[in-house]
T-cell receptor
Framework: DGGITQSPKYLFRKEGQNVTLSCEQN?????MYWYRQDPGQGLRLIYY???????QKGDIAEGYSVSREKKESFPLTVTSAQKNPTAFYLC???????????FGPGTRLTVL | GENVEQHPSTLSVQEGDSAVIKCTYS??????FPWYKQELGKRPQLIID?????GEKKDQRIAVTLNKTAKHFSLHITETQPEDSAVYFC????????????FGTGTSLTVIP
């Protein structure tokens, strides 16, 4: 279903801990994206990367960090600086300049 | 940046009736307008899209219209079926320049059998 995977499906974290969400794609897409989904707020962009070793902040980047060392991988770290990290996180990919974004199955993060 | 507003937030229709979801955008540079469907517990998937040089596009029971002057676009679903029940998101952007999409807040559609 799209060749983009996210792990884990569910993640629990204690306050004050950093946690890394995995996103891998085998679609040979150049661009990758991280979104946060909260009830009633749609999809909000955290970070995106159009090419390896380069990425840009989205609208809600504070408290998050990313890396893009490989074309296939775009991990997201939720740091302790993120004040309200409990949410559903979606990763997506597309060809550079392409229209359709293909989404992963998502990771639901809960901070205890 | 772009601001996309979507209405209504929830919509219930009887099976067989039509459903219409509306979105407005603020940036006149936006030239691509996709619609995504997200079924419960699943990932969003593209169902239809339209470019700014086209006023209407149809795919079976689904159609999208775009009014560039008024900066609004709409999703029309005819002859609704229970499997159409899902959350629908509109978006706007300029993907050909490598820029991000901006998504609306979503519409939860329920089709009552």
């Amino acid at each position: 279903d799209g060749g983009i995977t996210q792990s884990p499906k569910y993640l629990f974290r204690k306050e004050g801990q950093n946690v890394t969400l995995s996103c891998e794609q085998n679609l040979n897409h150049d661009a990758m994206y991280w979104y946060r989904q909260d009830p009633g707020q749609g999809l909000r962009l955290i970070y995106y990367s159009q090419i390896v070793n380069d990425f840009q902040k989205g609208d809600i980047a504070e408290g998050y960090s990313v890396s893009r060392e490989k074309k296939e991988s775009f991990p997201l770290t939720v740091t302790s600086a993120q004040k309200n990290p409990t949410a559903f996180y979606l990763c997506a990919s597309s060809i550079f300049g392409g229209n359709e974004q293909f989404f992963g199955p998502g990771t639901r993060l809960t901070v205890l | 940046g772009e601001n996309v507003e979507q209405h209504p937030s929830t919509l219930s229709v009887q099976e067989g009736d039509s459903a219409v979801i509306k979105c407005t955008y603020s940036d006149s540079a936006s030239n691509y307008f996709p619609w995504y469907k997200q079924e419960l517990g699943k990932r969003p998937q593209l169902i239809i899209d339209i470019r700014s040089n086209v006023g209407e596009k149809k795919d079976q029971r689904i159609a999208v219209t775009l009014n560039k002057t008024a900066k609004h676009f709409s999703l029309h679903i005819t002859e609704t079926q229970p499997e159409d029940s899902a959350v629908y998101f509109c978006a706007a952007g300029t993907p050909n320049t490598g820029n991000q999409f901006y998504f609306g807040t979503g519409t939860s559609l329920t089709v009552i059998p």
